[in-house]
């Protein structure tokens, strides 16, 4: 019973996850206003509390999910043990695959004239630069950690797969979350499904996804801020007052 409870709570979390990931504030929000760039003598707003921060918005979320994933180090043998119990015969490719889908509707909806925050190529851009930033930081981890996989192989610490999950769901987010939820919600329900998919194929740790997750949208935030900062969206105020 305690082990089904465990792993309960954590199918739970990842759902409850993705919906709070897909609610996510644009950092854009925390832009000058026109009456910033013009100076203008305004009343003076009272200080914003810090966890009502853009900063602390964005982050709360792949903190948590990172901080969960350590904390469940210990518990790991038991939600493996539940899988083998219930799903030892599982097994599906989907997972190699599926974590595409995000990044194809991005691209399909601009196909079909579904205008998103940027153009193609600037989308492209913010893109490839949360590749970029996740893939040295998910590679020195494994190499460092080197922790064996649950099916005996090496460097399974974190999850690769579930990074590019959660890096493709939140350029889904960054690109059409302001035209519907659903996209974003859409985008996370599959990352999630990603993560889910290579615990019961037994080749990660829980805690090995929970971390790639919460570096997958660490990254594409980052990526999303730092594209701003180069193009001059940014450059009216300071890098760090953007995140206030």
């Known amino acids: 019973m305690k082990n089904q409870l465990s792993v309960m709570l954590c199918i739970c979390l990842c759902i409850f996850t993705s919906i709070l990931c897909a609610q996510q504030p644009d950092s ?3 832009l000058p206003t026109k009456a910033d760039i013009l100076n203008l003598d305004l009343p003076k707003q009272p200080s914003a509390k810090w966890y009502k921060s853009t900063l ?3 982050t709360v979320v792949p903190v948590a999910l ?3 994933g350590m904390a469940l180090w210990n518990q790991r043998d038991e939600v493996k043990a539940l899988r083998d119990q219930y799903f030892a015969d599982f097994h599906t490719s989907i997972d190699d695959h599926m974590h595409y889908a995000p990044i194809a509707a991005v691209y399909g909806l601009n196909l079909f004239g579904v205008k998103g925050r940027n153009g193609v190529g600037k989308a492209t851009l913010c893109l490839l630069a949360s590749y970029a930033i996740a893939s040295p930081i998910v590679a020195a981890l494994k190499k460092n950690t080197n922790v ?3 099916s005996g192989g090496e460097n ?3 999850s690769w797969h579930t990074t590019r999950a959660f890096v493709a769901a939140s350029f889904l987010h960054k690109e059409y979350g302001k035209k519907s939820i659903w ?3 859409g ?3 599959v990352a999630t499904a990603t993560g889910v998919c290579r615990s019961l194929n037994n080749a990660h740790w829980v805690s090995d996804i929970l971390v790639g997750a919460g570096i997958g949208i660490l990254t594409t935030e ?3 801020l730092l594209m701003d900062w180069a193009s001059g969206k940014l450059k009216k105020r300071k890098l760090g007052d953007a995140l206030k």
Do not use: D, H, Q, V
């Open 187 to 189: 985008g996370y329900t």
């Open 66 to 68: 990172i901080g969960g």
């Open 28 to 30: 854009l929000n925390s």
């Open 156 to 158: 399974s610490f974190p």
């Open 183 to 185: 996209y974003s919600i």
């Open 148 to 150: 064996t996989r649950p």
């Open 222 to 224: 980052a990526s999303y």
């Open 56 to 58: 602390f918005k964005t």
